[in-house]
Protein backbone atom coordinates (compact mmCIF):
# COMPACT_ATOMS: atom_id res chain seq x y z
CA UNK A 1 0.00 0.00 0.00
CA UNK A 2 1.03 3.28 -1.04
CA UNK A 3 1.26 5.46 2.12
CA UNK A 4 2.59 9.17 0.19
CA UNK A 5 1.79 10.25 -3.08
CA UNK A 6 4.93 11.35 -5.27
CA UNK A 7 2.79 13.07 -7.96
CA UNK A 8 3.35 16.38 -7.70
CA UNK A 9 6.81 16.01 -5.54
CA UNK A 10 9.79 16.50 -7.54
CA UNK A 11 12.03 13.27 -8.80
CA UNK A 12 14.84 14.16 -6.38
CA UNK A 13 13.36 14.71 -3.55
CA UNK A 14 12.18 10.51 -3.71
CA UNK A 15 9.12 8.89 -2.63
CA UNK A 16 9.10 9.57 1.21
CA UNK A 17 9.54 13.20 2.92
CA UNK A 18 12.90 12.27 4.22
CA UNK A 19 13.26 16.56 4.51
CA UNK A 20 10.92 16.27 7.57
CA UNK A 21 13.74 14.61 9.13
CA UNK A 22 15.93 16.23 11.34
CA UNK A 23 19.60 16.91 10.02
CA UNK A 24 22.43 16.69 11.78
CA UNK A 25 25.82 18.33 11.13
CA UNK A 26 28.14 16.26 13.36
CA UNK A 27 29.38 13.23 12.16
CA UNK A 28 28.75 9.92 14.06
CA UNK A 29 31.30 8.17 15.77
CA UNK A 30 32.37 5.22 12.93
CA UNK A 31 34.89 3.45 15.49
CA UNK A 32 32.45 0.89 16.19
CA UNK A 33 32.24 -0.15 12.67
CA UNK A 34 34.17 -3.05 12.20
CA UNK A 35 36.95 -3.17 10.11
CA UNK A 36 36.38 -3.30 6.00
CA UNK A 37 36.67 -7.34 4.63
CA UNK A 38 37.46 -6.88 1.11
CA UNK A 39 34.74 -9.18 -1.08
CA UNK A 40 36.12 -12.92 -2.13
CA UNK A 41 34.99 -14.29 -4.99
CA UNK A 42 36.77 -17.61 -4.37
CA UNK A 43 34.88 -20.74 -2.94
CA UNK A 44 37.60 -23.45 -3.50
CA UNK A 45 35.51 -25.90 -1.24
CA UNK A 46 32.42 -25.75 -3.67
CA UNK A 47 33.54 -25.53 -7.26
CA UNK A 48 29.73 -25.16 -9.01
CA UNK A 49 28.91 -22.23 -6.66
CA UNK A 50 28.16 -19.18 -8.91
CA UNK A 51 30.54 -17.07 -6.72
CA UNK A 52 33.47 -18.43 -8.33
CA UNK A 53 32.57 -16.87 -11.75
CA UNK A 54 31.74 -13.97 -10.51
CA UNK A 55 35.51 -13.09 -9.93
CA UNK A 56 36.46 -12.51 -13.57
CA UNK A 57 33.71 -9.54 -13.50
CA UNK A 58 34.20 -8.24 -10.81
CA UNK A 59 37.97 -7.69 -11.81
CA UNK A 60 36.21 -6.21 -15.05
CA UNK A 61 34.03 -3.59 -13.48
CA UNK A 62 37.03 -2.61 -11.00
CA UNK A 63 38.99 -1.95 -14.35
CA UNK A 64 36.25 0.18 -15.71
CA UNK A 65 36.21 2.31 -13.11
CA UNK A 66 39.89 2.82 -12.51
CA UNK A 67 40.08 3.19 -16.47
CA UNK A 68 40.55 6.10 -18.73
CA UNK A 69 37.97 8.87 -18.86
CA UNK A 70 36.28 11.01 -21.84
CA UNK A 71 38.77 13.85 -22.08
CA UNK A 72 35.06 15.97 -23.02
CA UNK A 73 33.75 16.94 -19.65
CA UNK A 74 29.70 16.68 -19.96
CA UNK A 75 27.96 19.46 -19.02
CA UNK A 76 27.01 19.79 -15.33
CA UNK A 77 25.43 21.97 -13.13
CA UNK A 78 27.60 24.56 -11.30
CA UNK A 79 25.60 25.07 -8.51
CA UNK A 80 26.31 22.32 -6.26
CA UNK A 81 22.79 21.72 -4.69
CA UNK A 82 21.55 21.85 -8.61
CA UNK A 83 24.17 19.14 -9.06
CA UNK A 84 23.19 16.86 -6.16
CA UNK A 85 19.48 17.09 -7.23
CA UNK A 86 20.63 15.75 -10.31
CA UNK A 87 22.29 12.77 -8.85
CA UNK A 88 19.15 12.02 -6.96
CA UNK A 89 16.96 12.02 -9.73
CA UNK A 90 19.22 9.42 -11.20
CA UNK A 91 19.44 7.00 -7.97
CA UNK A 92 15.75 6.86 -7.70
CA UNK A 93 15.79 6.48 -11.72
CA UNK A 94 17.74 3.34 -10.84
CA UNK A 95 14.96 2.47 -8.01
CA UNK A 96 16.79 3.03 -5.31
CA UNK A 97 14.64 3.64 -1.82
CA UNK A 98 16.13 6.58 -0.66
CA UNK A 99 19.13 9.10 -2.15
CA UNK A 100 21.02 10.98 0.15
CA UNK A 101 24.09 13.53 -0.97
CA UNK A 102 26.48 14.01 1.86
CA UNK A 103 30.29 14.98 3.19
CA UNK A 104 32.94 12.45 2.49
CA UNK A 105 34.51 12.63 6.15
CA UNK A 106 38.14 11.02 6.10
CA UNK A 107 37.28 8.35 8.72
CA UNK A 108 34.91 6.46 5.55
CA UNK A 109 37.86 5.89 3.46
CA UNK A 110 40.18 3.53 3.50
CA UNK A 111 43.56 4.10 4.63
CA UNK A 112 45.23 2.12 1.79
CA UNK A 113 43.40 0.97 -1.24
CA UNK A 114 42.24 -2.58 -1.63
CA UNK A 115 43.46 -4.06 -5.03
CA UNK A 116 41.40 -6.84 -6.65
CA UNK A 117 43.52 -9.87 -6.97
CA UNK A 118 41.83 -10.55 -10.03
CA UNK A 119 42.87 -7.83 -11.48
CA UNK A 120 46.23 -9.17 -12.36
CA UNK A 121 44.47 -12.50 -14.07
CA UNK A 122 42.55 -10.31 -16.11
CA UNK A 123 45.38 -8.39 -17.31
CA UNK A 124 47.13 -11.76 -18.21
CA UNK A 125 44.18 -13.07 -20.31
CA UNK A 126 43.68 -9.55 -22.07
CA UNK A 127 47.37 -9.95 -22.96
CA UNK A 128 46.94 -13.63 -24.01
CA UNK A 129 43.80 -14.73 -25.13
CA UNK A 130 41.85 -14.21 -28.05
CA UNK A 131 38.41 -13.22 -28.28
CA UNK A 132 36.08 -16.03 -29.91
CA UNK A 133 32.69 -14.56 -30.36
CA UNK A 134 30.54 -13.28 -33.22
CA UNK A 135 29.17 -10.31 -31.12
CA UNK A 136 28.67 -7.64 -32.33
CA UNK A 137 31.04 -4.82 -30.62
CA UNK A 138 32.60 -7.03 -28.65
CA UNK A 139 36.18 -6.33 -30.40
CA UNK A 140 35.67 -2.34 -29.24
CA UNK A 141 34.63 -3.74 -25.77
CA UNK A 142 37.82 -6.20 -25.13
CA UNK A 143 40.01 -3.28 -26.56
CA UNK A 144 38.25 -0.35 -23.73
CA UNK A 145 39.13 -2.84 -21.44
CA UNK A 146 42.64 -3.37 -22.52
CA UNK A 147 42.57 0.26 -22.55
CA UNK A 148 41.11 0.29 -18.56
CA UNK A 149 43.61 -2.41 -17.14
CA UNK A 150 46.57 -0.29 -18.29
CA UNK A 151 45.36 2.96 -17.12
CA UNK A 152 47.13 4.08 -13.82
CA UNK A 153 44.94 3.79 -10.37
CA UNK A 154 43.51 7.01 -9.55
CA UNK A 155 43.10 8.07 -5.60
CA UNK A 156 39.78 9.06 -4.25
CA UNK A 157 41.46 12.16 -2.37
CA UNK A 158 40.17 14.63 -4.63
CA UNK A 159 36.25 13.47 -4.07
CA UNK A 160 34.34 15.66 -0.45
CA UNK A 161 31.18 14.40 -1.00
CA UNK A 162 29.38 11.03 -1.33
CA UNK A 163 26.54 9.83 -3.22
CA UNK A 164 24.31 7.25 -1.24
CA UNK A 165 21.60 5.04 -2.10
CA UNK A 166 19.28 2.83 -0.07
CA UNK A 167 17.99 -0.18 -1.55
CA UNK A 168 14.97 -1.98 -0.02
CA UNK A 169 15.79 -5.59 1.13
CA UNK A 170 12.58 -7.57 1.10
CA UNK A 171 13.33 -10.26 2.99
CA UNK A 172 16.49 -12.86 4.24
CA UNK A 173 16.17 -16.52 1.87
CA UNK A 174 15.48 -19.18 4.00
CA UNK A 175 17.53 -21.80 4.50
CA UNK A 176 17.42 -24.82 2.06
CA UNK A 177 15.80 -22.04 -1.09
CA UNK A 178 17.64 -22.29 -4.08
CA UNK A 179 20.50 -19.93 -4.22
CA UNK A 180 20.94 -19.60 -0.62
CA UNK A 181 24.33 -20.81 -0.42
CA UNK A 182 25.70 -17.49 -2.87
CA UNK A 183 23.24 -15.05 -1.72
Same mark, same amino acid.
Given at each position: ???? &? ?42 ? &? ?27 ? =? =? ?11 ? /? ?17 ? +?????? +? ?28 ? =????? +? ?6 ? &? ?5 ? /? ?16
Amino acid at each position: MKVF &SSKNRPVHKGPFPCELLTRQAVVPDLETVPAHMPLSYVRADDPR &SIINAMAEYQAMLDAIRNGKTNPQRAACP =D =DPVERAEHLKSFG /YFCDAAIVGACLLPQSAVL +PVAYRN +PALDRLVDTLQTRQTKTLAAGIDVIMADLR =DSVRA +PERSISPH &SHALVLL /YENPRDPDEGEDGVAFI
